[in-house]
């Protein structure tokens, strides 16, 4: 299985700042015959379900903000909140679809307010 | 409005079996992959599992913690996907969502324990 591992485990942010969550995957998930990152980002808050904010690495979902982007390729990515809003704490995860037989998530960052 | 509805858990012993469903409305199920996804208590995300459409032949895979004791299954006819879960373990404790690529349902919580 491709082992998803994010950093850090926890973060604190003041409001309005710039938060940054890495995710490192133990093989490549960029796909060569597309060169499509097999890489999405979810939110979760306490109490709901995830919501997809990121897909193929960097492309932002339907109605999510700005302020919200992914980056990265083949085994190292970062999800950038541009500036922390109140709304935002929440738990984020790592996803890789790039083995369709082994989906596989990173643990999880916690983001809280600073 | 996309809508995934997940029914069927509750408490079982261990050894025992459940069946969850999850009911979809609002887009186009046939055509869609359909994944189960499992959240313990305070932990991350494991996915679990997931079934493919008729056209690429009602594929499934699973994940090594619940192969051979789990089948995914789908009634097209019925925007219906299923989990059937055996020999369930306490470690199965967890709510367990349903999802296609983009949308969450609010899971229903499976609860092993004698």
Redesign the interface.
């Known amino acids: ?1 491709i082992v998803m591992t994010q950093s850090p485990d926890s973060l604190a942010v003041s409001l309005g700042e710039r938060a940054t969550i890495n995710c490192k995957s133990s093989q490549s998930v960029l796909y060569s015959s597309n060169n499509k990152n097999y890489l999405a980002w ?1 939110q ?1 808050k306490p109490g709901q ?4 904010l990121i897909y193929w690495a960097s492309t932002r ?1 339907s109605g999510v903000p700005d302020r919200f982007s992914g980056s990265g390729s083949g085994t190292d990515f970062t999800l950038t909140i541009s500036s922390l809003q109140a709304e935002d704490v929440a738990v984020y ?1 790592c ?1 890789q679809y790039y083995s ?9 960052t916690r983001l809280e307010i600073k | 409005e996309v809508q995934l509805v997940e029914s069927g858990g509750g408490l079982v012993q261990p050894g025992g079996s459940l069946k969850l469903s999850c009911a979809a409305s609002g887009f186009t199920f046939s055509g869609s992959a359909m994944h189960w996804v499992r959240q313990a208590s305070g932990k991350g995300l494991e996915w679990v599992g997931r079934i493919r459409s008729k056209a690429n032949s009602y594929a499934t895979a699973y994940a090594a913690s619940v192969k051979g004791r789990f089948t995914i299954s789908r009634d097209d006819s019925k925007n219906t996907a299923y989990l059937q879960m055996n020999s369930l373990k306490t470690e199965d404790t967890a709510v367990y969502y349903c999802r296609d690529g983009i949308h969450w349902g609010q899971g229903t919580l499976v609860t092993v324990s004698s």
Do not use: A, M, V
């Not at chain 1, 379900?49 to 997809?52: D, N, S, V």
């Open positions: 299985d979810y979760q379900p995830p919501k997809l979902e995860y996803q369709t037989l082994s989906i596989t998530f990173g643990q999880g």
